[in-house]
Structure formats: C-alpha cells, structure tokens
C-alpha cells in the first residue's frame, strides 16, 4: 500500500462519540502529518462541510452507521459533489454486500475497526491516493456516478440534481442558498420544477422516490 508522507487534512463522522474520540487519539498519536478538520455524528453534517471550501478536507473516514442520512448515502452525496475528495468507510466487520455498495457510492476503500494498525495504514494509503482492491480512485468514481442518470437523474437539470442531492442530505433551505448562491425564490422555482419533473405530491415523496432510484 501507498503511504502518506506529506501533511493531509481530514474529516471523521461516526454515530458513536466513544468511537470518535478513539479515533482522535489514533490520528493525534500515529498520523501526525494528518490535520484533523472535523468530527461530526451526522451525515448531514459531513456532507455540508465538503460543500464548504473552508472545511473541505483531503480524505473522509466515515463509518456505515451515522445519524440521520447514513454512511454510504453521506458517500454517495459527496462523492457527486467532489472528484478530489477521498472516501474510506468503516464496517465493525466488513462484508461483500456492503463492500459493492461502497464501490457503487463512490468510495476509495472499507475497512474493519478491530485493528488500529490496519486502520492507520488504510488512512495513509488513501489520503496518498491509493485505492483498494476493487476500488476506484476519487476521479473515476466521480466521473461513474456523473455518467448514471438513474431512474429520475436524467430527467432533472444539472442545478436540480444538486438541489435533489442536498434535499436529500436534510440540508436546510438558506443552507442550499448560501451553498448554490441563489435566492429563496430561485429555490422554491427549482423544488417545483423537480417535484413536477419526479410525479411527486411533496419534497418528502420526491426523497423518497430518488432514495429508492439510487438503491
């Protein structure tokens, strides 16, 4: 595996604090050329600091289980948003099925979190650039899920799909404004347009319809 020997920055999400403070410890005892940025328990929250130029980091080491919107959606969101930005997802014990599904959003690596130095080591090798078997570099993956309208994808603008993406992360409205750098008006004008585009009553239908094309 590739190793990081230059300074990287680096965001960490985990639903379990216990888990977040651990994780802590090992970047500030064992990765010192690693600048933590940020440590959140939502996925929200992850994906909003990677829409952020100020709290964009280098690499993203997020585990399946967070609260609210979930791990590999938080990935998926992302990754749509970032060709530069580096995805490694931890499982307590990783398996094939969400190992595939982490390819399919866009990530660069799994790994279990029973073995720190396994850990460390992964954390060097993707914030290096490195991928593991199976998986693909950010840009690629950036550019596969460009490439995969989906069921409704297709159908939307490339604004719309940003604002569905963000409706999606539970992002709120001035939040999606500040972000697009529209107005209220403009953003209503488009959530229309989409809810029309997708046959649904509601944002919360059209959420629900665009999870389940994204499956």
């Not at 992850?46 to 959606?73: F, M, S, T, W, Y």
């Not at 993956?141 to 993406?165: N, S, V, W, Y």
């Not at 001035?174 to 697009?180: D, K, P, S, V, W």
């Amino acid at each position: 595996m590739a190793t990081a020997s230059t300074p990287f920055t680096i965001g960490v999400a985990s639903a379990d604090t216990l888990a977040l403070r651990m994780l802590r410890i090992i970047l500030l005892d064992r990765i010192p050329e690693a600048t933590l940025l940020w440590c959140e328990t939502t996925g929200r929250a992850a994906v909003e600091h990677c829409a952020k130029d100020a709290r964009k980091p280098d690499l993203v080491l997020i585990n399946l289980v967070l609260r609210g919107l979930q791990g590999l959606n938080s990935c998926r969101l992302i990754r749509r948003g970032s060709s530069r930005i580096k995805l490694l997802v931890m499982q307590t014990v990783p398996d094939a099925h969400a190992r595939d599904k982490a390819i399919r959003a866009g990530v660069q690596g799994l790994v279990g979190k029973d073995d720190d130095t396994v850990l460390v080591n992964a954390i060097r090798s993707i914030a290096a650039g490195g991928t593991m078997d199976g998986f693909d570099t950010a840009p690629h993956a950036h550019d596969a899920l460009a490439g995969q309208p989906g069921q409704h994808r297709g159908r939307l603008t490339k604004r719309e799909t940003e604002i569905m993406d963000m409706i999606v992360a539970n992002m709120p409205a001035e939040t999606i404004c500040a972000t697009l750098g529209i107005s209220p008006e403009t953003l209503r004008s488009h959530r229309r347009n989409i809810r029309n585009k997708m046959h649904a009553a509601n944002d919360a239908q059209a959420v629900i319809d665009w999870d389940a094309a994204e499956e």
